[in-house]
Every structure is written in C-alpha cells, then in structure tokens.
C-alpha cells in the first residue's frame, strides 16, 4: 500500500476509509477503481485481507453492484476511443486504458 503507516494495512482501517469515500460521494457504493485512486491501495492489498472486493465492500456495510452488460454499440464506441487515442490497433491492456472497458467485457 502507499501509506506507511502500519496501520493502514489493518482491515478496520481500509473498513474506514472506504466508509469515508462513500460519506464523501453520498453513494452506498465506491467503485474499486475510485478507492484505488483515493488511497493508494491495490487490488492485491484489498485481495490479502479480504478475498475479493465485493468481501470488502460488505465488511463496510455498503451495496454490492451487479455487473451490468453493455450494448454492443457501448462497447465498439469505446473500442474506437481506445483505437483513436492510441493511434491504431490496440492491446488488452490498452482497452483497458484508454477506452475504460475491460477485454472481458469484450469477451461476454
């Protein structure tokens, strides 16, 4: 994790600062992907203390999402930013990257 603080690592300390996040936003909800970019925690950090985020996100008391399929048309316009914004083709990862969309997303 970013912090240095040993306590950070603890399970009711991460228990809190997804609480935070969510009083912040007023959401019953925090994407992983916004509490990674707040604290500086990793999905392996959330994985280790507990198994999957959806695990954390209970712990917290907060909502657990379903993941919604998106339209195709959602996906190829996403599939042409990435495209665009990396002048070609592109990887996995850069679908990831610059279209905001998983390649598993493209695989269901």
């Given at each position: 994790?970013?912090?240095?603080d040993?306590?950070?690592?603890?399970?009711?300390a991460m228990i809190?600062?997804?609480?935070a996040?969510?009083a912040?936003?007023?959401s019953?909800?925090v994407r992983r992907?916004?509490f990674e970019?707040r604290?500086?925690?990793s999905?392996?950090?959330?994985i280790k203390?507990?198994?999957t985020y959806n695990a954390?996100l209970?712990a917290?008391?907060?909502?657990?999402?379903?993941?919604?399929r998106?339209?195709?048309?959602?996906?190829l316009?996403a599939?042409?930013d990435?495209?665009?914004?990396?002048g070609?083709?592109?990887s996995?990862a850069?679908?990831?990257?610059?279209?905001?969309?998983s390649?598993?997303a493209?695989?269901?």
């Open positions: 994790m970013a912090d240095s040993p306590a950070a690592t603890t399970r009711q809190d600062r997804l609480r996040i969510a912040t936003q007023g019953r909800h992907r916004d970019e604290t500086g925690v999905r392996l950090d959330i203390l507990f198994g954390f209970v917290a008391g907060l909502v657990v999402m379903k993941n919604a998106l339209d195709d048309d959602t996906l316009r599939l042409r990435a495209c665009l914004a990396n070609g083709l592109v996995g850069n679908v990831t990257r610059y279209g905001g969309r390649p598993a493209y695989m269901r």
